[in-house]
């Protein structure tokens, strides 16, 4: 069995280099292309071309054994999404839905509207009559742009270098001086010489978050003097890309799959069966030594754990976070910085020794991969922030109220861990305050 993956998206690219079982889809060519590149393992995935409406979704489904929907296209792609909810719904095929991150951004002269239909009548207010203008909003709406007085003058498109969308644009009337057909992300160097090139004084763009280039195309903007028209993200809930990937591991290991079994067959460490939670072993770690490796802010977040716990933590990273320089005088006597590059080999023999405790927080997947190994032959519990079937413990998320502490863990869903930890905290003061008082239940 297999996973469908809605993907043509950077979200879509990582979950297809997770390993899973998957027919990958796509709307273009282009996006088949961008897939197939080096470093994509789309050699292990099937990939589909083409767009789907929802009846089309539900045969697809339903004649290929898919055993589930991950949903990892692009924001505004809202039709696509509701195509699929349906299509899982007729069939009865799990669905989730990986949402992108939204972005911190400085909305100095950025003005946030609805729609395009909303962008191109600001576009003929008098004040931006005469304005030239880059649209940067993808082809699929660019329809009601030509309703802007002067439009094959003023405005400016940018697209994807697919002949199909290029045929698109000309038959709406933009001409070849009009097109820029690149495929983005875009640096803020290349947002500047592209509206520096146009002379556009106003910009309309898509919150693409920063996977898709927004931070780039605001400090090109604000850095030119141009206005931004910037079309809002709907709103949505679902799970990281990290999460995606391990749902679809359950979900195959419950309908019998293979996914998440190592290269040599040895079933994955950690990891619970689908419903069965995990058991919440409580141990003293005060004092035992405790290795972190990497210095992000997922290692920051853990370092914070095991100090409120009593380790003795020592973290190696090349670079830190700069909250770490305020932990390490909080924490002078447990907490110990070395930047430094960690080596696989560097754990081989007795370079594990007196260590109580791993975590592995990188960002680079083959050493995660290789210290975690070693850890778990020499016995020692580790924790792999990027792949939970190779923990062998799992982080929880900690409510404490001195030595009374509740921990909660969702199966490897850090943010669902994180909102129910903090809706925790909100409360949990006041009923350890109630239960050492004798509450109702005691009395």
């Known amino acids: 069995m297999k996973i469908l993956l809605l993907g043509g998206t950077t979200e879509g690219r990582e979950i297809l280099a997770s390993g899973l079982p998957l027919v990958y889809s796509v709307a273009t060519e282009y996006g088949a292309e961008l897939a197939g590149r080096p470093g994509a393992f789309a050699s292990i995935a099937e990939i589909r071309v083409g767009r789907m409406d929802a009846k089309n979704m539900e045969l697809f489904i339903m004649e290929n054994e898919i055993a589930g929907v991950i949903d990892a296209t692009h924001p505004h792609a809202a039709e696509v999404s509701e195509n699929a909810r349906r299509a899982c719904e007729r069939t009865f095929a799990p669905y989730v839905r990986v949402v992108r991150e939204f972005a911190q951004i400085d909305l100095t002269g950025v003005t946030v509207i609805g729609s395009c239909g909303e962008a191109a009548k600001l576009l003929n207010e008098p004040a931006r009559l005469e304005m030239k203008a880059l649209l940067a909003v993808g082809s699929k709406e660019l329809a009601c742009f030509t309703g802007v007085d002067d439009y094959r003058k003023r405005l400016f498109v940018r697209v994807l270098p697919v002949a199909e969308v290029i045929r698109s644009c000309?038959?709406?009337?933009?001409?070849?001086?009009q097109l820029i057909a690149m495929q983005g992300p875009f640096s803020k160097a290349m947002n500047e010489a592209t509206l520096e090139m146009t002379g556009a004084r106003v910009l309309v763009t898509k919150d693409s978050g920063a996977a898709g280039g927004l931070g780039e195309k605001l400090g090109a903007a604000r850095e030119?003097?141009?206005?931004?028209?910037?079309?809002?993200?709907p709103e949505e809930t679902g799970m990281t890309v990290t999460e995606a990937v391990e749902w679809g591991r359950r979900l195959l290991r419950d309908a019998g799959g293979t996914a998440g079994a190592s290269s040599k067959g040895v079933p994955p460490r950690?990891?619970?069966?689908?419903?069965?939670?995990?058991?919440?072993?409580?141990?003293?770690?005060?004092?035992?030594?405790?290795?972190?490796?990497?210095?992000?802010?997922?290692?920051l977040r853990r370092v914070r754990t095991l100090l409120t716990c009593g380790a003795r933590v020592t973290v190696v990273s090349p670079e830190f976070h700069k909250d770490f320089g305020a932990l390490s005088q909080a924490y002078k006597e447990n907490l110990r910085l070395i930047e430094s590059r960690c080596k696989i080999q560097d754990f081989d023999g007795d370079g594990v020794l007196g260590i109580s405790m791993i975590v592995l927080a990188t960002d680079d997947r083959k050493l995660n991969g290789g210290i975690g190994e070693r850890a778990r032959k020499a016995g020692i519990p580790v924790s792999v922030a990027d792949?939970?079937?190779?923990?062998?413990?799992?982080?929880?998320?900690?409510?404490?109220?001195?030595?009374?502490?509740?921990?909660?863990?969702?199966?490897?869903?850090?943010?669902?861990?994180r909102r129910l930890a903090h809706r925790l905290r909100g409360v949990w003061r006041s009923w350890v305050e109630e239960a050492e008082r004798g509450g109702p239940e005691d009395s």
């Not at 000309?170 to 001086?177: H, L, N, P, Q, V």
């Not at 079937?389 to 929880?396: A, H, L, M, N």
């Open 170 to 177: 000309e038959k709406m009337g933009f001409d070849a001086g």
């Open 224 to 233: 030119r003097g141009v206005e931004v028209l910037l079309i809002r993200r």
């Open 270 to 299: 950690g990891v619970s069966p689908r419903g069965v939670p995990l058991f919440p072993f409580f141990v003293s770690i005060a004092d035992r030594n405790v290795l972190v490796v990497g210095g992000g802010s997922v290692a």
């Open 387 to 417: 792949a939970s079937e190779e923990c062998t413990f799992f982080f929880p998320s900690l409510v404490t109220e001195g030595e009374i502490v509740a921990a909660v863990s969702a199966g490897g869903r850090p943010s669902l861990n």
